[in-house]
């Protein structure tokens, strides 16, 4: 007969599993009927999330709601499981919030539960950087520009395929080291602007730059700060965005697919140098795209 601590460390092995794939119990529902996981198994403020979840019923659909956010859930055969994507927003305050799912079988039937998911806070850097003035302080000429553009990128945000268009892992749209990171303060010739909202690569003039996933080109033109930018629509509110570009390779109302090369990278808008400023928006959000790329989506 094996010892009572063999038992013990199984069973802690376990549990351990559980916490790092982000298992947890049902806190409302039929107990051990529902199960839901989510990566990554820490959330933070400005975090991507992807929500895997199997009902202990056949469905039809299933939409959840985090955050205030209603987000609608894909089925997977591969998992056996529902999977939907939401993110946690920057000025989020650390504390247990309220993922409810609610589905429909095939007679009509509804199901629903809820989960408290745990929200920490992040500590992002600060970094201090050197740009021409008129990126600071932008010439007075400049204003009808500035306002033209911020309004066009205004209806570009609120325009999103009421479908999922994505499909797999994100890529990186570079092969290249991260030159700057999500989150951080941003100083410019000494004045904090801003807090960075993207993922900075370190590439030369000219490198291609691939689309992370497939979607539609909703924006592809200059822009006073972005300079050369690239926005695509990857559905349900999920944006992704190339900025800094030296030349375009799409237009926009293009299909894309994961890995297709939407432009050159170059050093226009308000750069400091030739790079590639990656960023992701999700319902007017902005979240880590590092955090996106690490994510791990069932096959369908």
């Known amino acids: 007969m094996r010892p009572m601590s063999f038992y013990r460390s199984k069973l802690e092995a376990i549990f351990l599993v559980a916490i790092l ?11 051990k009927k529902w199960m839901t996981q989510w ?7 400005g975090s991507p999330v992807l929500f895997r979840v199997t009902a202990p019923l056949q469905l039809e659909d299933l939409r959840g709601n985090f955050l205030g956010q209603e987000f609608s859930f894909r089925p ?15 000025t989020t305050k650390p504390g247990a919030y309220t993922l409810r799912v ?3 079988g095939p007679s009509g039937k509804e199901a629903a539960m ?3 998911v745990r929200v920490s806070a992040a500590h992002y850097p600060t970094s201090a950087l050197k740009v021409a003035p008129g990126f600071v302080e932008p010439p007075k000429e400049t204003a009808p520009r500035i306002e033209e553009e911020q309004a066009e990128k205004k209806k570009v945000f609120s325009t999103s395929a009421p479908e999922a268009l994505w499909s797999g892992r994100f890529e990186p749209p570079a092969a290249a080291e991260v030159s700057g990171v999500f989150g951080s303060a941003r100083v410019f010739n000494g004045v904090k602007k801003s807090r960075h909202t993207g993922l900075d690569f370190r590439v ?33 509110g999920l944006l992704t965005m190339y900025l800094h570009l030296s030349e375009f390779k799409v237009k926009e109302g293009e299909a894309v697919k994961r890995g297709q090369i939407l432009g050159l990278s170059g050093g226009t808008g308000r750069a400091t140098a030739p790079h590639l400023h990656f960023a992701v928006r999700w319902r007017g959000e902005y979240l880590d795209p590092r955090t996106l790329l690490e994510l791990h989506p069932p096959a369908k």
């Open 114 to 116: 809820s989960y408290l």
């Open 204 to 236: 030369t003039t000219g490198t291609p730059i691939v689309a992370a996933n497939s979607g539609t080109v909703i924006l592809a033109r200059p822009l006073y700060f972005e300079g050369n930018c690239v926005m695509i629509d990857h559905g349900q």
């Open 76 to 90: 997977s055969e591969a998992c056996r499981c529902w999977y939907g994507f939401a993110g946690v927003s920057l």
């Open 39 to 45: 990566e990554p198994a820490k959330l933070v403020n």
């Open 102 to 104: 609610e589905g429909k």
């Open 21 to 31: 794939f982000g298992l947890t119990a049902p806190a409302q529902g039929p107990a």
